[in-house]
Each structure stands twice: as structure tokens, then as C-alpha cells.
Antibody, heavy 120, light 112 residues
Framework: QVQLVQSGAEVKRPGSSLKVSCKAS????????ITWVRQAPGKGLEWMGG????????TYAQKFQGRVTIVADESTNTGYMELSNLRSEDTAVYYC?????????????WGQGTLVTVSS | QSVLTQPPSVSAAPGQKVTISCSGS????????VSWYQQLPGTAPTLLIY???KRPSGIPDRFSGSKSGTSATLAITGLQTGDEADYYC?????????????FGGGTKLTVL
């Protein structure tokens, strides 16, 4: 059974960059389509982007275009999300999840989440 | 502001049935599958329903999903106190080559 384990909590300064990792285990991967979703304190889920299943290409939510980079290293079964030019509004829990089917919101399983605090 | 609209909260007594709606448009729910997620307090979301009405293995048949036009519904029967959680719908918006994922704003379920 696939499990996703994310890197630990981080505190970042405004203007800096963030890189969160997401390592998969317990399965066989011919590809690693991964998506990233964040959740600000007390708020709902917000999709950031991901590696599209089958196509293997990244796609990003318009809100994060130019500021986010999502990659997957199939050799180590690890995905990464990098977010630049951080601001206080980026304080959130960041989740990775395996993206099952293109043109869908079918994500399973999810990582445990990584709390990121952006503060001066 | 979410493009998929859910009621902020619903409530029902143990053993009863509750439904949670998710309203969208032709570009998302109308032409694409819907997924539903359960988020228990302090935990990551977990998949409840995919492809609008299918349940992953391990999800009890008390949970069911359906769609009509541009709206989807999650139904939970035989409510248990352990069902208290936030529930989110999600759907692809756009066509295969150009689109994005949308989530609803979430619905907090209280089991009275």
C-alpha cells in the first residue's frame, strides 16, 4: 500500500523560498504523478498544481504560476514542491498526494502534511 | 471564494442520513467526475468517493456519491459520531489539455 511521507515543519522569512519533499513507499511506480494542495489555518483546501498522470508534465494553478515548481524524481520516488517569494499569506499546511487520473480531482493517498510558517 | 459551492455546515443525529451538496458549472461538475474527501480534525484529507460515485476499498457503503447536471451530492447514512469531520468536493475544471482542479469550500458535519 502506497504511503507518502513529507518533510518536516518549517519557518520561513518573507521573500525566501520553500522546498517540501514527499517520499513514496510501499508500491511500484512506473511514474509518479503527484499533486500539491495547501490549507491555510482554519480554511479550506487549495490546489496548487501537480504532475499530470500519463502525460508526466507539470501544471499549475494560475494563482501560483511563476512562483511554484513541482517535480518528481522517479529514481527515488520523491516529489518536490518549491514555492518562491514567500509572504505571510503562504502560511499553511502543505499536502502532497498521488494524482490518480488526469482531468480529475482523484488524489489518493495523501501525505501527512507539512506546516509552513512565514513570519519575520 | 470557491467556484464549487458547498454549505458551510450540516448536522444530523446519530443513525440518521445527511446529504452534502456541491454546486458547480458545466465546465467542472457538468463535464467531469467529482471526488469527495473527508478531513477529520487535525489530520490530512482522505479519499471517500472518486469518479462521482465510486468508493475506494475500505470505505463503507454508508457513503455514496451522485451527480445531476452541475451539482453533486455526498450522502452519508447511519451517521456515527466518528463521521464528524469536514467534507470537501473536488472536480477538474476545463478540458483535458487546459484546466485545473477546484475544491469546494468545505462542509463541517456535526453529529448531534
Amino acid at each position: 500500500q502506497v504511503q507518502l511521507v513529507q518533510s518536516g515543519a518549517e519557518v520561513k522569512r518573507p521573500g525566501s523560498s520553500l522546498k517540501v519533499s514527499c517520499k513514496a513507499s510501499g508500491g511500484t511506480f512506473s511514474s509518479f504523478p503527484i499533486t500539491w494542495v495547501r490549507q491555510a489555518p482554519g480554511k479550506g483546501l487549495e490546489w496548487m498544481g501537480g504532475i499530470i498522470p500519463v502525460f508526466g508534465t507539470p501544471t499549475y494553478a494560475q494563482k501560483f504560476q511563476g512562483r511554484v515548481t513541482i517535480v518528481a524524481d522517479e529514481s527515488t520516488n520523491t516529489g518536490y514542491m518549491e514555492l518562491s517569494n514567500l509572504r505571510s499569506e503562504d502560511t499553511a499546511v502543505y499536502y502532497c498526494a498521488r494524482w490518480i487520473a488526469a482531468a480529475s480531482a482523484w488524489f489518493d493517498p495523501w501525505g501527512q502534511g507539512t506546516l509552513v510558517t512565514v513570519s519575520s | 471564494q470557491s467556484v464549487l459551492t458547498q454549505p458551510p455546515s450540516v448536522s444530523a443525529a446519530p443513525g440518521q442520513k445527511v446529504t452534502i451538496s456541491c454546486s458547480g458549472s458545466i465546465s467542472n461538475i457538468g463535464n467531469n467526475y467529482v471526488s469527495w474527501y473527508q478531513q477529520l480534525p487535525g489530520t490530512a484529507p482522505t479519499l471517500l468517493i472518486y469518479d462521482t460515485s465510486k468508493r475506494p476499498s475500505g470505505i463503507p457503503d454508508r457513503f455514496s456519491g451522485s451527480k445531476s447536471g452541475t451539482s453533486a451530492t455526498l450522502a452519508i447514512t447511519g451517521l456515527q459520531t466518528g463521521d464528524e469531520a469536514d467534507y470537501y468536493c473536488g472536480s477538474w475544471d476545463g478540458d483535458l489539455s487546459a484546466g485545473h482542479v477546484l475544491f469546494g469550500g468545505g462542509t463541517k458535519l456535526t453529529v448531534l
